[in-house]
C-alpha cells in the first residue's frame, strides 16, 4: 500500500509562447473527465514556466472554492478576447532604449486586471495548490523555481512573477521581482521549458505532462506578425534576427524537453503521461489573435485521445511530435 504522501498527482505545463489556449484545452479535459477513459484527473500540485504558467494561475483560481472563477471565465474573459496589441506594443526605439523588440506594459496590465483584481491573487502565496512557477536569472543563466508554499518567495507579487517567466529574450524585456535583487527572463528558455524537476521532492504517483503541439515541420512556420508590421521592421530594426533568435530557441527547448520526459519517468512513482496535441498547423509563436481557434482545434482533439504513457521507448521515439 502506498504511502498517503505518494498519491499526489502533478500537473507540469511546458512553455508555449502564444499557444496558451492549446495547454488550456489540455488541462480543462483532464479536469472534467473528457477523455475517451472519462477518469476526471485533478492535479495536488502544479509547475509551469512562461505561458505554462499563465494556464496554472487560472487552474489555481478556477479550483480555489474561495474564487468565483471558471472555465468558461477563463476562456471568455481571459482568452478568446484576446489580441496582440494586449500584450505587446512595437515601439521603434526600443531596441536602443532597452533589451527587446517590444514593450509589455500591456501585459502587466492585463496581468493585473485579470489576476489581481478579477480573481484577488496579489502573491505568489496566495495560490490555492502547491505551485512553482520558474523564472531564470539574466545574470547567471540559471533557473529559479519560485513556490507558492515557500516561505521565503510566498510574499513575491504574482504580476512580477508572471511578467519575469513571460519575459521571452530578445523579443520581451527582463523584468525585476520585488524581493529578489536582478533582473529576469522567461523560465522557459533554461532548463525549465519543461519544469518536472521542480516535482524532486513531491513524492508523486503520477505526472501529466501538458504540452502545446511540438512539431518537425517548421519550414513555413509562420511569425504571427501582421505583414505590414513585418515589413516595417525587416526594413528599420531587422526583424529577421529576433525571428532567427525565436526558431533557435523553440529548437532548443523542444531538445530539453524530451530530456525531462525521461525525468518525469523517474520522479513518479507509478506512471508519467503525455498530453501532447497533434493540430492541421504550427501556430505562431507571438499570435495571440488565435486562441479560440486554437482551443477548438485542441479540445475537439483531445476528447478522442487519451494521455500517452511515457516509456524510455516512447520517448526514444518521438512519436509525439507532429
Known amino acids: 500500500m502506498l504511502d498517503i504522501f505518494t498519491k499526489k498527482t502533478g500537473f507540469v505545463f511546458s512553455g508555449a509562447g502564444a499557444r496558451i489556449a492549446q495547454e488550456c484545452a489540455l488541462s ?24 505554462g504558467a499563465i494556464n496554472i494561475v487560472a487552474i489555481n483560481a478556477i479550483l480555489d472554492p474561495g474564487v468565483e472563477f471558471g472555465w468558461e471565465e477563463y476562456k471568455n474573459e481571459v482568452l478568446f478576447p484576446l489580441k496582440n496589441k494586449d500584450v505587446y506594443t512595437f515601439t521603434p526605439f526600443a531596441p536602443f532604449l532597452g533589451d527587446s523588440v517590444f514593450e509589455t506594459n500591456p501585459l502587466r496590465k492585463l496581468f493585473k486586471d485579470i489576476v489581481e483584481e478579477r480573481i484577488g491573487y496579489k502573491t505568489l502565496g496566495d495560490l490555492y495548490l502547491p505551485t512553482y512557477i520558474s523564472v531564470v536569472r539574466r545574470s547567471s543563466g540559471r533557473n529559479l523555481r519560485l513556490s507558492a508554499k515557500s516561505k521565503k518567495h510566498s510574499s513575491y507579487t ?16 527582463t523584468q525585476r521581482i ?64 529576433s525571428e532567427n533568435a525565436l526558431l533557435a530557441i523553440d529548437f532548443l527547448m523542444d531538445d530539453l524537453f524530451v530530456c525531462e520526459l525521461d525525468r ?5 512513482s507509478d506512471k508519467a503521461f503525455l498530453y501532447i ?37 516512447t520517448v526514444k521515439r518521438r512519436r509525439f511530435l507532429a
Open 178 to 241: 520585488r524581493g529578489l535583487s536582478g533582473r529576469f527572463f522567461d523560465g522557459g528558455t533554461g532548463r525549465d521549458d519543461l519544469p518536472v524537476e521542480a516535482f524532486a521532492k513531491e513524492k508523486c504517483r503520477r505526472i501529466y505532462i501538458i504540452s502545446k503541439m511540438r512539431s518537425k515541420r517548421r519550414a513555413k512556420r509562420e511569425t504571427g506578425i501582421t505583414p505590414s508590421l513585418k515589413e516595417f521592421v525587416k526594413e528599420k530594426m531587422r526583424f529577421e534576427l
Open 28 to 51: 480543462e479535459v483532464l479536469i472534467k473527465g473528457l477523455t475517451p477513459s472519462g477518469e476526471k484527473i485533478v492535479p495536488d500540485v502544479m509547475s509551469g514556466s512562461s505561458a
Open 264 to 268: 518525469a519517468i523517474e520522479l513518479a
Open 158 to 173: 504574482l504580476v512580477d512573477v508572471l511578467m519575469a517567466t513571460s519575459a521571452f529574450p530578445v523579443v520581451f524585456p
Open 277 to 313: 496535441p497533434k493540430l492541421s498547423k504550427d501556430y505562431p509563436i507571438l499570435d495571440f489573435s488565435t486562441q479560440e481557434k486554437q482551443y477548438a482545434e485542441t479540445i475537439a482533439w483531445a476528447k478522442k485521445t487519451d494521455p500517452l504513457h511515457l516509456t524510455p521507448v
